[in-house]
């Protein structure tokens, strides 16, 4: 499919709306499933780490299947792609609401839920990127508040949908509701040209000139056409069986009045096929060897190995406080009616503004991103650290405020990410990161439940949940400090494809 330049508005504007609503409603309710997390408790009366894997499965699903998402798109397109999550979606969220234990709801909420989540997040990636250009990041920071303030409303509505018609009655009615996200997707109308591209040449038309061997053994020939033959014979021979014997004969005598011109034509395009075929798979085969040799190269630059490890570590302590401050703050008594708003909210609400102002302050030259990143690590593990020593309603909304705050760093890290491997090699980094941000999602949370269903308290996990993001900060500090630098005199040494982090460089 050729697509025409991005215009850069227009229906791309559209796009962005519908995008901006698909993942305000996909994923509205994942995120804010600490709601739902209270309540499964009490329906299942399972432990809290074995409970968390619910949300953590939704949240984290969609990263690790990434690529098999990116590829999904790319074979079938944008649109149909989230039509068909959509279903995905509003049925996972409508099955959940008969589960009748805890496993159920890993397939329906955690899995199918989350793979819709993370078909739907590729889906509205690709086509606002498509659709801008110059306006690209503007694009792209609209959308992905989407979720943000999915998560702010999804917090309130899911509690009062809850007191209205139980926890079953409202995992309809959000399902019912993620029904508009058909609506959004068929508006996902693809960027393709006017003209319609020419005709493809046929299989054996496309070979190349090189591939077009004839130093075949005969041997190989004659086995080739003799196993033809075979397979025809076979063939009818199953579907008239007294017939066989007579049917053998008259291939024979068919077969045996082809003539010479015809059968040698017949011999070439068998090699033809099998020499393009034996090439095709060596070039896969090649492209397999790159691509685990970049691989390697990317981790044999040290701030991308350290950056690899906070990543991991920031998700698996950083992502529990979204998905059980709600059952902190049922764990520290405190009442009803101190309850303002859901922390979970404040969370939503506060990752938004977080966005947009640390994506503002990496656009300015003074700024260097990876420190900038580097500090939000630290003060995420500081802000954890600090979670059992709240024990009132104002100080846990504070301590939420300020982690939704920093939360918000996912908005530079592509900034981080590009400026550590290059832009040529973007695509394939940032793959690999989010794979590995995927797992520290789907980890955290029954990490810290597994740690009070041992400790019977809060205290232990999030002192655990502050040092892995405390470490993962340090490191990434380490790494990229000047005295790293030292060495850069020697980078005619380093292999061709490999970057070096200057952290004296501008964001």
């Not at 780490?49 to 397109?77: D, E, R």
């Not at 004659?222 to 196993?227: G, Q, R």
């Not at 690899?308 to 998905?323: E, K, M, N, Q, W």
């Not at 040092?467 to 900060?473: A, M, S």
């Amino acid at each position: 499919m050729v697509f025409r330049k991005p215009p850069d508005g227009g229906w791309g504007w559209v796009i962005v709306v519908v995008s901006f609503f698909t993942q305000f409603l996909c994923y509205g309710s994942p995120l804010a499933v600490g709601v739902l997390y209270l309540e499964w408790l009490d329906a299942f009366g399972e432990g809290k780490g074995k409970t968390a894997w619910v949300g953590s499965l939704a949240n984290g699903i969609g990263l690790l299947a990434s690529p098999v998402c990116s590829i999904c798109v790319s074979s079938f397109g944008a649109r149909p792609v989230a039509i068909f999550s959509g279903f995905m979606v509003a049925g996972g969220l409508m099955m959940s609401s008969f589960a009748p234990n805890i496993y159920f709801l890993y397939v329906s909420y955690g899995i199918v839920v989350g793979l819709g989540c993370g078909l739907l997040y590729t889906a509205t990636v690709t086509i606002t990127c498509q659709y801008f250009d110059k306006r690209r990041g503007l694009a792209l920071g609209l959308i992905s508040t989407g979720s943000s303030v999915g998560l702010f409303i999804y917090a309130a509505l899911q509690r009062e949908l809850i007191e209205l018609y139980g926890l079953d009655g409202c995992l309809l009615i959000v399902g019912a509701l993620s029904l508009n996200i058909l609506a959004c997707g068929s508006l996902m109308r693809p960027l393709e040209s006017s003209s319609s591209p020419p005709p493809e040449k046929t299989c054996v038309d496309k070979v190349p000139d090189q591939y077009f061997v004839y130093h075949e053994k005969e041997k190989t020939i004659e086995e080739n056409i003799s196993i033809l033959e075979k397979g025809y014979i076979d063939e009818k021979c199953v579907n008239n069986v007294p017939d066989c014997k007579q049917e053998s004969i008259l291939n024979k005598n068919v077969l045996s009045s082809i003539n010479i011109n015809e059968k040698d034509t017949y011999k070439k395009k068998v090699v033809e096929q099998t020499n393009f075929c034996k090439q095709l798979a060596k070039r896969k085969w090649q492209l397999y060897l790159t691509y685990w040799k970049e691989t390697m190269v990317l981790f044999k630059n040290k701030v991308f190995s350290a950056l690899f490890v906070a990543i991991l570590l920031f998700d698996i302590g950083g992502f529990p406080p979204s998905l059980l401050m709600e059952d902190v703050a049922r764990s520290a008594n405190i009442s009803e009616d101190d309850y303002y708003m859901p922390l979970i909210s404040i969370i939503g609400i506060m990752t938004t503004v977080g966005k947009l102002i640390l994506g503002i302050l990496a656009d300015f030259k003074w700024v260097n991103t990876l420190y900038l990143y580097v500090t939000t690590l630290l003060m995420t593990g500081v802000a954890l650290f600090a979670i059992p020593f709240a024990k009132s309603y104002l100080t846990l909304a504070m301590l939420s405020g300020i982690l939704g705050f920093l939360t918000g760093n996912w908005s530079i890290f592509p900034y981080v990410t590009t400026k550590t491997v290059g832009i040529e090699k973007l695509t394939h980094a940032y793959g690999i990161l989010m794979f590995f941000a995927g797992l520290g999602n789907s980890l955290g949370p029954p990490i810290v439940g597994w740690f009070y269903d041992w400790t019977q308290e809060y205290d232990t996990a999030f002192y655990f949940s502050g040092f892995c993001v405390l470490l993962g900060g340090f490191l990434l500090l380490l790494a990229a400090l000047p005295c790293w630098n030292a060495c850069t005199n020697q980078s005619s040494k380093l292999p061709p494809n490999t970057y070096s982090y200057k952290v004296a460089s501008n964001a």
